[in-house]
């Protein structure tokens, strides 16, 4: 009973795997910036060319790597594709107060947006993080990628030069 | 029956998705989380494998919108639920619906939905699946904007408490001003003010004449400059009697928390300083454990990456503690004697939680025991102290060592009457690029302790191989305690564009977990572990 009932979910999910990336568009969502105020996502979409939002928090590992790994091209991205990157903290309460001193004190160039309570990682069925994803100019999402294996920088790069 | 619906229902869901090919009829999106463990006996760890031998948690998330107008559903289905998890969480269901709307200046969502109000301190519906917690509200939100600067939230609802609701009911204002946007000042500091009030109803017709409306209010200020961030909060709450404080709570709940931050490019240092005192705010007196919480109690200290600075974890002591935490961020600049080639970053942080000043459950004593609010009492309940230096030695090798210094008030922190426990862990880490797009990390860590389970050795391995793949081995070995155990586990991740799907066999470490600073008990187990997550 129990394993053939997962066995469904588990179909349903490969389902959806195999049925490919779908068209989807950023959902509104208000995330704070470093100042405490309100900002819609949406409106940080820039028309001139790809955006990445890189999900992330201070106390994940691996997201820290990545976005080591893109402060390092960021020059070099913006050059050739311009690209503007957001970094979206998922950090709560508990250490969403750390989050400027943290981005700043490593030099990070990045947007960086609040999600506190979770509401555009919600929006977005994302169950954990890290989690990258390109916007094109109309807001359609047109890349994702759940989790980071250190070298996935230069498929990003692939498809931002494919923009 | 239950099998014929579920069936039912999955066909459905893959008939709605379907539907988003169809252009101008609005989108949907969703999500699911597949968590499956195989448990087995393994005496060396005291792990005892529950009667069902599989154990799954599912989600899955389902949702609709056509331009301003957006609507969803999970469901959750717990076959049974995965051991460490509450025991309500069994069966099957549909835990969330809502629908919503939205202009530029208002947005109302009836149903289920999460929220907090400024830090969370007086209220935070929230959702953490590791924990099995599940807060949202059922009811309506109205959230408006009528001018620039300036954002009203009401709420009202019942809190979700498993597969059922709870007793209370919770009603809540909250309204944040900025002061810049709304007289359109410039070129000074922004200044931000913010104001809440919640009150939880729930009915009484006992004989002790507790008040059915408990009514908790806060007070936030914030200035922020490119440089330099001020914030603090202060929280007052009604006296109330409940199973947390064994329904004798004579005194008002408060809290203040005060943050000031500096930073700029290669520099940040951040302070915060918490004082709790009878903060325990539940949708229902009777309320145990992790279930129904109003508000949000993070713990005040770091949150550690490492498997061995995570045995000794702090949880905030709701019912009184006060204390702080330092950290600072510092880069070395590149191409400098220090700073090497690549550069090379430093990280600090210390933390520190006492019992506040009179040193007794504040929930018992009547005296004005306390006048400065940041005084504290003798007891430590958690310090920790750690630095990590990070440096790039060239372009393809990382090193990172870390040395962490704890005291765990186990007495306090989980009710066993023993001696502080003073841990010292040391951690080396190194990550090096190998050709075609490979990786390979691995973490040697020790503990050294003299008291609870002594002396830990850990040693991981992690080999990727981009995009998809990533193997690993852990082995957690306890060599001072009794029995000597060995927490071997290994593993693999295969990860496709929004999808992952893990699988590790082993033993998992019995203990504490925490997310954000909120724990939970989790008995040793051993076994495989599956887990599938995707969105689209």
């Not at chain 2, 305690?481 to 998992?508: C, E, F, L, W």
Request: proline fraction near 3%.
């Amino acid at each position: 009973m129990t394993l053939r009932f997962s066995l469904a979910l588990l179909c349903c999910a490969l389902y959806f795997f195999s049925s490919g990336q779908t068209n989807k568009n950023l959902p509104d969502v208000s995330l704070e910036n470093l100042s405490g105020e309100s900002i819609s996502i949406v409106s940080q979409i820039q028309p001139e060319g790809p955006t990445i939002i890189s999900f992330w928090a201070t106390w994940c590992k691996p997201c820290i790597l990545e976005l080591s790994e893109m402060h390092d091209l960021y020059e070099d991205w913006k050059d050739e594709t311009n690209v503007k990157i957001i970094a979206v903290s998922i950090d709560d309460s508990r250490s969403s107060n750390k989050v400027k001193a943290f981005a700043n004190g490593r030099g990070w160039d990045f947007d960086i947006l609040l999600d506190k309570n979770s509401d555009l990682k919600r929006a977005l069925n994302i169950n954990n993080v890290p989690y990258t994803l390109i916007i094109d100019p109309s807001g359609e999402i047109v890349y994702e990628r759940n989790g980071y294996i250190p070298g996935d920088e230069e498929i990003v790069y692939q498809r931002l030069l494919n923009q | 029956m239950k099998l014929l619906f579920s069936v039912a229902f999955t066909l459905l869901l893959l008939g709605v998705a379907d539907a988003q090919n169809t252009s101008g009829l609005g989108t949907i999106s969703g999500g699911f989380q597949s968590d499956i463990q195989l448990y087995r006996n393994d005496k060396k760890i005291n792990a005892n494998a529950p009667d069902e031998k599989i154990a799954t948690n599912n989600y899955l998330k389902l949702d609709y919108s056509y331009k301003t107008f957006e609507a969803g559903i999970r469901y959750e289905a717990y076959l049974p639920a995965l051991l460490g998890y509450p025991e309500e969480l069994s069966g099957t269901g549909i835990v969330n619906r809502y629908a919503s709307y939205q202009n530029d200046v208002l947005k109302v969502t009836a149903g289920n939905y999460y929220t907090q109000f400024g830090s969370g301190l007086v209220l935070r519906a929230y959702e953490e699946r590791s924990l099995g917690i599940d807060n949202s509200l059922d009811g309506i939100k109205v959230e408006i904007s009528p001018i620039a600067g300036v954002d009203l939230t009401g709420v009202y609802g019942t809190q979700r408490e498993f597969f059922n609701k709870s007793d209370g009911i919770v009603r809540g204002l909250d309204g944040n001003f900025f002061v810049n946007d709304i007289f359109q000042i410039e070129n000074i500091p922004n200044i931000q003010l913010g104001a809440s009030a919640v009150s939880r109803f729930q009915q009484y017709t006992g004989p002790d004449g507790y008040k059915e409306n408990i009514q908790a209010y806060s007070f936030r200020m914030g200035i922020t400059t490119d440089k330099i961030d001020l914030s603090s909060e202060y929280i007052e709450k009604d006296v109330d009697p409940t199973i947390a404080n064994n329904y004798n709570n004579l005194r008002k709940g408060r809290s203040l928390l005060v943050n000031a931050g500096y930073s700029l490019k290669g520099f940040g240092v951040n302070v915060t300083m918490r004082r709790l005192e009878n903060m325990d705010f539940r949708s229902e007196r009777e309320a145990e454990n992790n279930s129904l919480w109003v508000n949000y109690l993070p713990a005040e200290t770091r949150q550690h990456g490492y498997a061995l600075s995570n045995i000794y974890p702090y949880g905030a002591q709701s019912l009184g503690e006060v204390g702080g935490q330092m950290s600072l961020t510092y880069n070395i600049k590149k191409k400098s004697a220090l700073g090497g080639k690549y550069g090379t970053n430093i990280y600090l942080n210390y933390s520190h939680f006492k019992s506040l000043k009179n040193n007794v459950n504040p929930a018992l004593s009547l005296e004005d025991f306390n006048t400065n609010l940041f005084e504290a009492g003798d007891s430590t309940y958690y310090e920790d102290f750690s630095i990590e230096i990070k440096r790039k030695i060239n372009r393809k090798w990382i090193l990172t060592g870390s040395y962490i210094q704890q005291e765990y008030n186990k007495n306090q922190i989980e009710g066993v009457p023993v001696e502080n426990v003073k841990a010292k862990i040391g951690v080396l880490e190194s990550f090096i690029k190998l050709p075609n797009r490979r990786s390979l990390r691995t973490e040697i860590q020790h503990l050294w302790t003299k008291q609870d389970n002594q002396n830990w050795f850990a040693f991981l391995a992690e080999y990727n191989v981009a995009p998809y793949w990533s193997f690993f081995l852990l082995d957690q070995y306890n060599y001072g305690a009794d029995k000597q155990p060995n927490y071997y586990q290994v593993g693999y991740a295969y990860s496709k564009s929004a999808t992952r799907i893990s699988m590790s066999y082993g033993r998992q470490r019995g203990g504490i977990i925490c997310v954000g600073g909120v724990c939970r008990f989790v008995p040793a187990a051993s076994g495989l572990t599956a887990s599938i997550t995707t969105s689209f």
